[in-house]
């Protein structure tokens, strides 16, 4: 589900370049561990933390909590960004 459905610009951008100062401060992608299925991992636990921080930001910005799965949609986007591997979205099908 692309969340830009779900957020104004604005709102995309902000949570979007929340994710992506504090990924760059926390470092997550140098983080070497195996994958973690009880949810309890260092990763697991930093993207609670971080994603809490990234929704009382937003709830301070724009005086409305964002829904749960913009959090999480733009989180892993801003990690693919970091790692140069974002696909750019495409461009709407025009009928011809």
């Known amino acids: 589900m692309d969340c ?13 370049n929340y994710y992506l100062r504090v990924l760059k401060q926390e470092n997550l992608a140098a983080l070497d561990e195996p994958l973690s299925y009880d949810g309890f991992s260092y990763y697991d636990q930093a993207f609670y933390r971080i994603s809490e921080q990234a929704r009382l930001a937003y709830i301070e910005a724009f005086s409305e909590p964002p829904p749960p799965i913009a959090l999480t949609n733009l989180f892993h986007l801003a990690e693919l960004e970091l790692a140069g591997v974002r696909n750019k979205p495409k461009g709407p099908k025009t009928l011809m």
């Open 4 to 16: 830009r459905e779900l957020l104004d610009v604005k709102q995309y951008e902000f949570l979007l």
